[in-house]
């Protein structure tokens, strides 16, 4: 059973900007924060943003006034816009709970190509 249905990469250049969301099913969205995470060719897959269920975000600090990450708790579903997108933010894409909560396992992700 599918958990975790990441959509909304693709390729773009510097300086532009993109929408990312995640469907989650219900138990999952329900148990509390969400985050996306993201890993790039090479590196360790890291945290770029999380937000509580009442909605109180964190960001990475190379994500910081960038990007915003956002919930619909009806939908069960989490956003993550990206703007001023930089080469460096180029990486697979993923959501899950935040760490602290215990992630489930992982969807296929979205592709965020930058150029330059």
């Known amino acids: 059973q599918v958990q975790l249905v990441e959509s909304g990469g693709g390729l773009v250049q510097a300086g532009g900007s993109l929408r990312l969301s995640c469907v989650v099913s219900g138990t999952i969205f329900s148990r509390g924060a969400m985050a996306w995470y993201r890993q790039a060719p090479g590196k360790q897959r890291e945290l770029v943003a999380a937000i509580t269920r009442g909605g109180w975000p964190n960001y990475a600090e190379s994500v910081k006034g960038r990007f915003t990450i956002s919930r619909d708790n009806a939908k069960n579903t989490v956003y993550l816009q990206m703007s001023s997108l930089k080469p460096e933010d180029t990486a697979i894409y993923y959501c899950?709970?935040?760490?602290?909560?215990?992630?489930?396992?992982w969807g296929q992700g979205t592709q965020v190509t930058v150029s330059s």
């Open positions: 899950n709970l935040d760490r602290t909560v215990g992630t489930v396992t």
